[in-house]
């Protein structure tokens, strides 16, 4: 009996070893097999394609040659009868929103008077920054957001791609888009259509945000895994739905609150991993934070703006400067640029909320936070999102202590445009006099920086950010978040000193008792054997 | 002398189960820990995190097969000899003197292992396997609607399990010295996996003991 059970424990023991190995070596040894794409083209084959409710080739109302944009929106508004009440109650058309944001109560914010470390604000230079407002006609701050004519269906519903806003044309078309080709072709917005703004912001591709930029249009799901052409292929408004011409979705440059986000989970749900342990990452960690691995993936981005190195001229003429990859990096009109590709983001708290430097307020720290994007650990709604932080520096006023915005914009010479004249003491108090805010005439260079949530440009899940990238000693990932104990990061260094001499005390002590007890047992040896020696050399009794 | 079963079958394979647990979650832990690297954050992290499950395991059926065979009384602390044990490690020991109590199998410990094994099982595995579970299970409150332990500070939880860690090592070190000072450097090693041991006949008491000793010198 004894016999078997001996025999059947030894079996078992060896069952559990030779398991627990193969699954250490399964587990070490592994590798996923790359991401098979038919199953793309398996989802494209059989997903259900949108078909347009109504063909407005056939339309008669549409069948005409429109003189002018706006008789385009009044063909449009003779079937859609109410829907430019939808638009003109939206944040595209009115550049702001009313929003109550602590501190400061319910204010108005948005592109009318938010201010950036870019092109500055749209204050006195409307007639260029207009291109991208979905209205015709802003040529100054005196715009009759009322006036339903000239809102700009075509902007964002062109699905011929034909449609053009022109350079400078206070939002109007471009002279060359033939109107009637692209009012009996409107649909649902696409990549190109968002893209044609969102894109472009701050004077160029992939300027602002970093990830987006006009290659998304047509990328490899490596760049984009839901936009990207071999992969789900997926338009803008999959995601950022929209309910009456409110679009769901929000830039943190313009916006304060946190009402009507467009999230992962409203898809993937808040738990959407299989392994639990990652799914409780959530709870503090933003999907965006790992999947996002770099942005800026295919043309580069601007980080840097310093408005300080503008005005050089070259035989009184301005010029411009490029880098190796074919980006400016020196306008005379807009100072000296940094420009980078494949960026790692940087990471911060953020729980939703934000706060934009409105133009007139004053200037409390250094370098001025041109958005603040509120969030700590301690914050149980706060989450570590992935941000590009665009640096720079811009002409403040040194008296009244804030910064002021100077007219850029102007069509000649001597209107005291900077764009035209160089002259920034001129160019701000044209820029101010707008606002209607005071003015010193001393002005300087003050460092600026402001925050870019990063959501676009996710990676395939291969590419997700692994986890010794933060749980690591040096130099990881979240090394400039430290105000809480991140695993494999942050120890007790006195815990780890006390414990690391205490074991080396104890292998030393163990050592020397083992020493003493060899060396005590040698002597006894040698003792017992004189011993037994004398006791040979004597007779015995 | 006699032959005796001294330690059962479940009792080798918890003991050393557990023990190749322990070092395996110090391997592990460690990396977690951050203080070298050999397989890996991530693999590291889920290594421990199994092995822990297992330990727990472990540790469930090791209560409960205590409590069932009356085995737990072989912790109950004395003081009875204590000093002398004491004593003996620190210089009888040297002089080739015999241990001072006698294993039997009603009492396979002498006081200082019934000590240090006591203080091992109810405090030294409980803060390690305590903070661990907590550290395991550390969640915050979130629209998740996670179960919280969020005012207790992650910083903390870590204190405990890495102290917990390292006095376990210390231990290690220390248990497996001990074990060579047997009858030969290897006999109480051969007991624990062979579950024999030779001990002395129960009637001889100490005085027997010494006698014996003085008559060999």
Redesign the interface.
Known sequence: MQYI??KM?RNL?FI?TVLVIAL?MV??FHHEDNYNLKLEELKHKYALKEIPSVNHTLLPALDKEFKTPQEVTEACLSCHTETHKEVMASSHWNWERTAYVEGKGITSAGKKNVMNNFCLGTSSNEKSCSKCHIGYGMTSNHYDFNNSRNVDCMVCHDNSEEYLKGASMAGYPDRTVNLEKVAQSVGSPRKSNCGSCHYFGGGGNNVKHGDLDVAQNSCTREVDVHMGANGMNMECVACHTTKNHQISGKLYSVSPDNTNRATCEQCHT??PHLRD?L??H???VSCQACHIPVYAKVNSTKMSWKWSDAGKLKDGKPYEEEDSLGNHNYMSIKGSFVWKRNVKPDYIWFNGTAEQYLLGDTIKSVPVKMNTLHGSYKD??SKIIPVKIHVGDQIYDKVYHRLVQPKLYGENEGDSAYWKDFKWKEAVEAGMKKSGLPVSGQYDFIQTEMYWPVNHMVSPKEQAV???EC???NNGRLAKLTD??L??????KI??G??TV??IL??LA?FG??L??IL??IW?NKYEKQIINYDDDKPTE | MRKVYIYK?FER?WHW?QASLIMFLALTGFE???SY?I?????A???H?TASWLLIGLIIFAIFWHITTGEWRQYIPTTKQLKDQVIF?ISG????EHHPTQKTELSKLNPLQRLVYLGFKIILIPITVGSGIFYMLY??????N?IVI?DY???SI??WH??GA?LL??FL??HV?MT?TGKTPTSNINAMITGYEELEDEDNTIENNNNQTNETK
Do not use: W
Request: with cysteine.
């Open positions: 059970m001996n424990l023991i559990v250490i587990n070490i808040n738990t342990v799914n409780r959530g709870s503090k149980h709604s692994s986890c010794a749980h690591t000693r809480f104990y695993p494999g990061r942050d120890r007790n815990l780890d006390f414990g205490m074991f104890t292998i163990v008792h083992a003493m007890r005590s047992s006894k | 079958g394979f189960s977690v820990h951050g690297s397989f890996g954050f991530e693999k992290a889920e290594f995190r490690y020991i040297f002089k080739g969640k915050t409150f979130d629209q998740n996670l969020e500070p992650l910083a870590a204190f890495t102290l390292i090592m210390i070190v220390v010295y060579t």
